[in-house]
């Protein structure tokens, strides 16, 4: 989202420095548990009909590539009916699929040939808000009973006979949150654009036809949901002013002004959750999977595992972290999350998404199979975006090209900080026109032109290639030191960052990564403890070295930027 992007250049804040722990998240014995989950922006996937954009019958004919991988469930951002103002965020039918993805049947045979392939599938579930052309909203500024509470309506604050809005919340994509309107002469809520109108989640009729929609996909047969924007859910009911924080140097409009303590976090959107929860566990078959999105603190980013989300997404990879980050920093990151997990959850490692730029954009090429390394050897479920896993990088756009509302809303001097479009450009499968992701003319956005070197196809075929690794990586989640071992994250100075995974009585496995961009040298084995002779299981580019090689821990001489995982 808009604000997440500029927020991330805010908040790095490190926090305290912590020794060396172990750590034993081995969690519930759930499907998901030690696997990865995968990324579908449909979008930007495969298209079938040559419109230019990826649909769903473009999706089904490449699920052969996710079982490929290895990875255990496919993620689906949304595909309903939506005026794509904000491409598929804002929706207009919960439970009809857009056209330009295809139609019902075509999301019928995505989900049974996922079956047939063993592939788990998550759909995108958007409560906080529909689009404003959703005929709940069209019934509810009518006063039609029950619509007329499905929103959040609040009548003027007459200011010296002049109409104000109800209080002063602002909205994440600037200015008040609340938009007049005429015809039922109050004001509606919206945390997002004026085209978003927050639902009420107050009105128990409004919740029990969320639940409908819950109800209407599982009977489809996903397996689970992933929650946008989770946090934003439900406000306080007093409608109180938001406290104003001094001197932040942000317009008044700006939402970075105020402390979100009455729209933000609030106690009744985890009820809400764990109605859902109980819920998705009153069906039959499989068990299912709730993921959270939260971009929030880690006391209220960890509430979610007790009101029944099992993957609290966990951001550190896309804001605590960044390319200037040292070992140190990395650890602090890394052993402050797990230690916050309560008993008995699974950890959660998020390398990228379709709201920010791409891993390897963020860290630089030669580091981002190195994220996808370190989400690996953690405890727990890695989720990967489309195109990451070949290492595709972020497609910069002119002002012309920009389409995201998030970019356009910015303007033409500042909409390369907020815009996601470069992103989310189509997946590279080959060297054919548009990258194999379309026959048509043109593409929804621009495919990046360095298509004919970096796609699947050629890196099928080359040895240390982003897909080489990352294949790799997956399978590295089956090995049972990965799956139960205990965790140490240590700081090798300022160069190497090192992980060691162990069980008793078994050798461990470890991941070093020279941090630094020159080769440095260091005695691993009495650092961190481990065999004095160990194997390669997976190396990245800058490493140089062959799986399988034998390496001496006592004398680990590393390359600039190389990482290795050794057994
Ligand atoms: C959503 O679309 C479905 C399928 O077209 C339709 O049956 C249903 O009535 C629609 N729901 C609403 C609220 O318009
Ligand atoms: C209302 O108008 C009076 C007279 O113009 C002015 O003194 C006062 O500050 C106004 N109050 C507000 C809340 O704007
Ligand atoms: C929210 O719930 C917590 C307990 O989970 C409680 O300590 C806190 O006071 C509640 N906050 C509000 C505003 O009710
Ligand atoms: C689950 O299965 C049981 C037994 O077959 C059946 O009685 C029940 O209605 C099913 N529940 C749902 C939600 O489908
Ligand atoms: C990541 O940064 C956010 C924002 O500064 C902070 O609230 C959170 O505690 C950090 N998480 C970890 C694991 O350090
Ligand atoms: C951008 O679009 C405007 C209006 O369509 C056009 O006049 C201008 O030449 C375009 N600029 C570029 C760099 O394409
Ligand atoms: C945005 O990025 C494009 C592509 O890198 C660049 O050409 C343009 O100058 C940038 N615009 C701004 C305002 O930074
Ligand atoms: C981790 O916890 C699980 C379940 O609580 C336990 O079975 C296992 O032995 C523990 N592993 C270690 C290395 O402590
Ligand atoms: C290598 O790292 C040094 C110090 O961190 C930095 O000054 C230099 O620009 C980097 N060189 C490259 C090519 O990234
Ligand atoms: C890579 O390793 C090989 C064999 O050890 C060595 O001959 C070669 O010089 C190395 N290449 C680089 C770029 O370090
Ligand atoms: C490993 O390197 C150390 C330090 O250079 C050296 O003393 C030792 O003999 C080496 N061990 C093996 C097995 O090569
Ligand atoms: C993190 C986030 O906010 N995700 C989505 C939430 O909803 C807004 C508005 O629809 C989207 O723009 C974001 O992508
Ligand atoms: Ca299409
Ligand atoms: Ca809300």
């Keep these: 989202m808009l604000l997440t992007v500029v927020c991330v250049k805010l908040i790095w804040g490190l926090v305290g420095l912590r020794e060396s722990v172990a750590q034993n998240a081995t969690g519930k014995d759930e499907w998901w548990r030690d696997t990865f989950i995968y990324q579908v922006y449909p979008r930007s996937f495969k298209d079938s009909n040559g419109d230019g954009v990826g649909d769903l019958n473009g999706i089904t004919s490449k699920l052969e590539h996710l079982v490929d991988l290895g990875v255990s469930t496919v993620w689906l951002s949304p595909i309903y009916a939506s005026p794509m103002v904000d491409f598929g965020y804002d929706i207009s039918n919960f439970t009809a699929i857009d056209p330009i993805f295809g139609t019902i049947d075509d999301f019928k045979r995505l989900t049974t040939r996922a079956k047939a392939l063993k592939l788990k599938v998550v759909l995108d579930f958007v409560p906080n808000h529909s689009s404003d052309k959703h005929p709940w909203f069209l019934k509810s500024v009518q006063r039609i009973k029950p619509f007329d509470e499905y929103y959040i309506w609040k009548d003027a604050k007459m200011v010296n006979g002049t109409r104000k809005p109800p209080n002063n919340w602002l909205s994440e994509f600037q200015g008040s949150a609340w938009q007049w309107n005429d015809q039922r002469k109050q004001y509606y809520y919206h945390e997002f654009t004026v085209g978003q109108p927050d639902l ?6 409004l919740q029990e ?113 960044t390319s200037v980050s040292k070992p140190v920093d990395y650890k602090r990151a890394i052993d402050r999350y797990l230690n916050s997990i309560p008993a008995g959850y699974v950890a959660n490692w998020v390398t990228g998404n379709h709201d920010n730029s791409r891993v390897a954009s963020r860290f630089g090429p030669h580091r981002a199979d190195q994220i996808t390394m370190i989400a690996a050897i953690l405890p727990g479920v890695g989720i990967i975006y489309n195109g990451d896993e070949i ?32 992103a989310r450009t189509p997946f590279q499968w ?12 043109k593409t929804w956005l621009p495919v990046h032109s360095n298509y004919k070197t970096l796609n699947l196809q050629a890196e099928k075929t080359t040895q240390k290639s982003s897909y080489a690794i990352t294949k790799r ?95």
């Excluded at 929609?213 to 439900?234: H, P, S």
């Excluded at 970019?407 to 996601?420: D, E, M, V």
């Excluded at 140089?544 to 190389?562: C, E, V």
């Design 200 to 205: 009420n989640y107050r009105s128990t009729a």
């Design 209 to 321: 036809e969320m639940k409908n929609v819950f109800r209407f996909w599982l009977n489809l047969g996903v397996d689970g949901f992933r929650v946008d924007a989770i946090n934003f859910l439900v406000e306080d009911s007093r409608f109180l002013d938001e406290p104003k924080i001094p001197n932040t140097g942000f317009q008044d409009t700006d939402p970075r002004t105020l402390r979100h303590i009455y729209t933000s976090d609030q106690n009744e959107t985890y009820d809400i959750v764990a109605s859902w929860r109980k819920l998705v566990d009153s069906t039959n078959g499989t068990r299912k999977i709730i993921l959270t999105e939260a971009y929030t603190t880690l006391p209220y980013a960890m509430k979610y595992y007790q009101f029944g989300s099992n993957i609290p997404f966990n951001f550190i990879f896309l804001r605590n972290i």
């Design 391 to 422: 290492g595709m990088i972020d497609r910069p756009m002119s002002w012309n090209e920009t389409i995201d509302p998030a970019g356009c809303n910015a303007g033409p001097s500042r909409y390369n900080l907020t815009s996601r479009d470069p």
């Design 430 to 441: 080959d060297s054919s026109i548009n990258a194999g992701f379309s026959t048509g003319k």
């Design 473 to 567: 990586l997956i399978s590295l989640k089956q090995n049972p030191v990965v799956q139960r071992g205990t965790t140490q994250v240590t700081a090798i100075y300022d160069a190497f960052l090192g992980i060691a995974r162990r069980l008793p009585n078994q050798s461990p496995v470890v991941l070093i990564v020279n941090l630094y961009n020159h080769s440095m040298h260091y005695d691993v084995a009495t650092f961190m403890n481990i065999p004095k002779q160990m194997t390669v299981y997976v190396a990245n580019a800058a490493a140089n070295l062959s799986i399988g090689a034998k390496i001496n821990t006592s004398f680990l001489q590393l390359p600039g930027n190389a990482s290795v995982i050794l057994l």
